[in-house]
């Protein structure tokens, strides 16, 4: 198992997040019921719950790095669920932007392929562009 370490750039990090999200992460207590709730979970590298704690602990690029964030659709289920008031849905959405601040494309226009374009319809792409991109 991977030793934990909870470095100075690791805690700049999660307050980022928690800038950014207006959310405090540290009220979290497992309970996993956004993640219950969650339609995508399924899909999820990292489920929900299991973000919190990471992000609790410093792990934020073990999150961020993850499918998780982009994999959200921004439903509100979990945040609806929250018996602690977290939106986890803010929580996802910081992720998002801190990693799309480096530049960083989830999604790439020059990258979908011929077949895609053909029968996705342009809803899907206005709205993956919007929160996919830089
Ligand atoms: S907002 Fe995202 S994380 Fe929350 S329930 Fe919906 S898909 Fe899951
Ligand atoms: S529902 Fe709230 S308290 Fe429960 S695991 Fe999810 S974030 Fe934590």
Known sequence: ??????TESNLEKVDEVIRISGQNIYSCYQCGKCTSGCPSAGLMDIVP?????????GEVEKVSESNTPWVCLSCFICSVRC???IDIAAIMEALRLMKLRTNFDYVHPNKI???EREILPPI???????KMTP
Do not use: D, I, T, W
């Not at 899907?124 to 919007?130: D, G, H, K, W």
């Open 113 to 115: 392929q011929e077949e």
């Open 49 to 57: 719950s299991q973000a919190m704690k990471f992000l609790q602990l």
């Open 124 to 130: 899907a792409f206005v709205s993956a562009f919007r």
């Open 1 to 6: 198992m991977s030793e934990l370490k909870v």
């Open 83 to 85: 018996p602690k008031g």
